[in-house]
């Protein structure tokens, strides 16, 4: 089993993910001790302060627009509860079982921090759910990103309290029910752990991260298909020249460039200089740009998500030294997910547009007239009788169009909520539930290049020669379509096919 731990300072992409996909018995999360110690600080703040009848918002008051509505000392427990309730909220389908994992985790992450002022063993409990495969129902939609997630995050808390409904092994059933199987007791909060559960980014940030993972693969296996397009194409490599790349000096654009070329080594189903040819259509000869540009956004996504794995985002937040004789109970904007918001639509819009560039090539390859004759129309040879693939093309225009949709950014859209008290919102969660269907559509548009650019070959072989080699990389996804996938004589039932070609490209992307 391998283990995890949490201090709120470390948490990384390979742990997150770890977690997300992993079985639940085999990792284990647990918490560092000086984190242990730093959350016992925190509470123990908590504590002194409802003693000496301090006022503090979502402590001893009410919370939004009840902000000035004072509680009683022996109240403060129902108040934590009641936010629980409350907040629960969410509608929609839940999330999977690797995203509600990764949601506890970063969850549980930001609390070890030692900011918060929950209690240790309500910290415990939840890593005890992680490790235990007890998984809360998370509906996926009702949050505005600000204050934080906090309608799912109360259904994430809910089995903390034994409320709501859990997945536990292959059963959706009650969580006390669950947590009596596993033999572990729900609690009682404690003055500011429902506020401290509810409130941050952790949601969006899960998604995000999840898709921003997903991306990395997709903008990999894009050079691939692209470049599988090219070769069917009878394209030239000319224009991915090192010297024409780096005298515009964009770091992505050169990486890619030089994947390219790394991808079709040794290719003979390019073309060289040629006079009467002597440059491709920009599908081809600007995937550098167009990709490395993509990979921008992937990049910036991932920089900040670093940050945010790490950062402490419910409100308020507690200070306290030493000996919790001065505390400082301070309320910010943390928990405001504009950051993550505008970077996650930054990311939609460049995946949008890997998959419009993909559909592109896909036109290419099937409409004879723009392929210069080097491929029959649709990648048929009795057209008229076969539609071969022109609906395959089709598809992918359909995909596409939903996706430049999707791209509308959500971070632009704000709806003022709790009586005008929390007036501007990120819609940050929007932005990350777009972004995911916008990957799961190009990850069918990649799939239907792949299956249209194998067709386009298998033309090209009959014009070359059966024995001429394709590039380093782009051999091996075609023998890869070819396992599962023969060349379309005539029409048949091409779903069957499209279904299969997309189970490979999530077997490298997932």
Known sequence: M??????????????????????YDQIEVSLYEEAIKNVEKS??????????????????????????????????????????????VGVGEPFD????????LIRANTLARGYSGIRIETLQ???????????????QKG??????????????????IGEGEVTYGSEKIKSVDALQRAQLKSVKLAAKEGLALTNGTTVMTAVGLLETHKAT?????????????????????????????????????????????????GSEFTRGYDPANIQDAYTLRCMPQVHGACRDAIAYAEWLLKLELNAVTDNPLIFCDENCEKIDVISGGNFHGEPLALAFDYLAIALSELGNISERRIMRLTDEASNAHILPAFLTEKGGLNSGFMIVQYTAAALCTENK??????????????????????????????????AENLKTIISLELFAAAQGIDFRKEEIGKDKKLG??????????????????EDELMQTHIQTAEKIVASIVN
């Open 217 to 265: 693969k997709l903008a990999e296996l894009a050079d691939v298909s692209g470049c599988l397009s090219l070769e069917a194409l009878n394209g030239t490599t000319l224009a991915f020249d090192e010297r024409i790349h780096s005298l515009r000096p964009h770091p992505r654009q050169n990486e890619c460039a030089e994947n390219l070329r790394d991808i079709l080594e």
């Open 472 to 489: 380093k990389k782009t051999d091996e996804i075609y023998k890869l379509i070819r396992e599962k996938i023969p060349f379309i004589q």
């Open 2 to 23: 391998e283990k995890i731990v949490l201090d709120g300072q470390s948490l990384n992409f390979e742990q997150v993910l770890k977690v997300a996909f992993s079985e």
């Open 97 to 104: 079982i690797p995203t509600t994992r990764a949601i506890m």
């Open 143 to 160: 949050s505005l990103g600000a204050s934080g997630d906090l309608a799912p995050l109360a259904h994430m808390a809910l089995p903390l």
């Open 405 to 438: 949709v999707l791209s509308h950014p959500a971070s632009v859209d704000t709806i003022p909520t709790s009586a005008n008290v929390e007036d501007h919102v990120s819609m940050g969660a929007t932005s990350a539930l777009k972004l995911r269907e916008i």
């Open 125 to 139: 409990l939840l890593l005890n759910l992680i490790n235990e495969g007890i998984h809360p129902i998370i509906p």
């Open 43 to 88: 509470a123990k703040a908590v504590e002194k302060l409802i003693k000496r009848g301090e006022i503090a918002y979502g402590i001893t008051t009410g919370f939004g627009a009840f902000k000035d509505k004072i509680i009683s000392q022996k109240e403060v427990e129902k108040l934590q509860k009641n936010i629980l309730l409350s907040h629960a």
